[in-house]
C-alpha cells in the first residue's frame, strides 16, 4: 500500500508538473509594432527569461494600426501606436489603463519624455513611450553636393521651395506617406501653427505640397531606408531612427554611400510610440510582462542600440552607445528640443479635411 501510494504521489506530481509546464508553453503575448524596430533577440531573450511565447506582427501606418484597433477584435495584446493617434483611440475606448503595479520598471521613466506623452494621454495612465524621434531630412551627401552644390541640409526649404527640390527630382525624393507627419511640417515651413485645424491653413499646406508633388517619386513609410542605403534616392523626408539605419546600412555596404539627416532649423515635430493595451486583448497578464519586460534599462537600451532611436526610459541611457547618446539628432541638446514641436490629435472633423488633403496630394490630382 505504501509503494502504491508513492507510486501515486509521484504519478500525481509527474500530472501537475506536466500540466503547470503545458500550461506555460501556452503562454502567448500576441505584439503589433512597426517594421524594422525592434532586436529580434529581445524577443527571443523574454521568451527564455519567461516561458511566453512572442508572436510578432509589424505595421508601416499608424492608419492600418488604427483600422484593426477600430475594428475590435483584433487579438493583439500590446500594439505601438504614436502619440497624436494614441490620444484619440483612447477617447474611442481602445485601450484599458495599465494595471501599474505589475510594471515595477515604469520607474525608470524619463520625466522630459513622460510630460510630453501626457500630452497624448494625461496620466500617463494608458501607455508607456517606446521610443520617441524627429521627422526631418535624410539624404545622399554627395548626390545632394552635386544637385545643390552644398553637402550640408539644415532648412525645410530644400523640400518645399520648388525651385530645389526640382533639382533633386532625377535622383530620387521620397516622403512619409504620413499626413499627420508632413501636413504640420508643410505649415511650420509657412510660418504657421503645425496644429492648426483651419481649414484655410490646411488649404495653404496643401497647395505648397501641391507645388512639389511634381518632384516626389514615391510616399512610403519604411521603403526609403533601403532606397536611401542603396544609393536609389538622394532625399527623404522622414523618421529619424529611419535614416540613421538607412546610414548604418549604407555603411556596412561600403559603396560609398554616405547618409546625412537633419532637424530644420525653422523646427520638426517630435513624436513618440506608445506601448498599450487593447480594450479587447486577450492575454493582458502576459502584455503586461512584455511592457515591463521592455522597460528593463538594459533591455530597451538594447532596441535603441538596434533601431537608433532614443527611448524615454532614463534609466537606460547607461547602456545606451555612446555614440549614439552623443548624437544631438538622436537625442536634442536643450536649445534643440526647444524648436521641437508636438502634434495634437485631429477631432472627427478635421481628420477627414486631412483624410481628403492627403489623398489629393499623392494622388498628385
Request: aromatic content about 10%.
Amino acid at each position: 500500500m505504501i509503494r502504491k501510494a508513492l507510486w501515486l504521489s509521484a504519478t500525481s506530481a509527474f500530472l501537475t508538473l506536466f500540466t503547470v509546464g503545458g500550461h506555460a508553453e501556452d503562454r502567448v503575448v500576441n505584439v503589433f509594432n512597426w517594421s524594422d524596430y525592434i532586436d529580434s533577440s529581445i524577443i527571443d531573450d523574454f521568451t527564455k527569461e519567461t516561458g511566453i511565447k512572442v508572436v510578432y506582427d509589424t505595421f508601416d501606418s499608424n492608419e492600418i494600426l488604427e483600422t484593426k484597433l477600430l475594428a475590435g477584435g483584433s487579438g493583439y495584446d500590446v500594439v505601438v501606436p504614436s502619440g497624436n493617434f494614441l490620444a484619440r483611440q483612447i477617447q474611442a475606448g481602445v485601450f484599458q489603463k495599465l494595471d501599474k503595479s505589475k510594471l515595477p520598471n515604469i520607474s525608470n521613466m524619463w520625466d522630459t519624455v513622460s510630460e510630453r506623452t501626457a500630452k497624448y494621454d494625461p496620466g500617463n495612465e494608458y501607455s508607456v513611450n517606446y521610443m520617441w524621434g524627429t521627422v526631418g531630412l535624410g539624404y545622399n551627401i554627395k548626390k545632394v553636393q552635386a544637385a545643390l552644390g552644398t553637402d550640408k541640409i539644415d532648412s525645410w526649404d530644400v523640400f518645399f521651395n520648388p525651385d530645389s527640390l526640382a533639382k533633386l527630382k532625377d535622383c530620387g525624393v521620397y516622403v512619409l506617406d504620413s499626413p499627420a507627419d508632413i501636413i504640420p511640417a508643410a505649415l511650420k515651413y509657412l510660418g504657421l501653427d503645425p496644429n492648426s485645424t483651419s481649414s484655410d491653413d490646411i488649404a495653404k499646406a496643401e497647395e505648397a505640397l501641391l507645388k512639389v508633388r511634381p518632384y516626389i517619386r514615391k510616399f512610403h513609410s519604411s521603403e526609403y531606408i533601403n532606397a536611401l542605403a542603396n544609393g536609389d534616392i538622394c532625399l527623404a523626408v522622414g523618421w529619424s531612427g529611419d535614416v540613421f539605419q538607412a546610414r548604418n546600412r549604407a555603411v556596412e555596404a561600403k559603396q560609398g554611400v554616405e547618409i546625412g539627416y537633419s532637424v530644420p532649423k525653422e523646427g520638426a515635430q517630435m513624436w513618440f510610440d506608445q506601448m498599450a493595451i487593447p480594450a479587447d486583448a486577450p492575454h493582458v497578464a502576459e502584455a503586461l510582462e512584455f511592457i515591463n519586460y521592455m522597460m528593463k534599462p538594459e533591455v530597451i537600451a538594447k532596441s535603441s542600440n538596434y533601431v537608433l532611436y532614443a527611448n524615454g526610459n532614463k534609466a537606460s541611457q547607461q547602456f545606451v552607445d555612446k555614440a549614439l547618446l552623443d548624437d544631438p539628432s538622436v537625442y536634442p541638446d536643450a536649445e534643440t528640443i526647444q524648436k521641437l514641436y508636438t502634434v495634437s490629435p485631429y477631432d472627427p472633423k478635421t481628420q477627414r479635411v486631412i483624410t481628403r488633403t492627403w489623398t489629393k496630394i499623392v494622388t498628385g490630382q
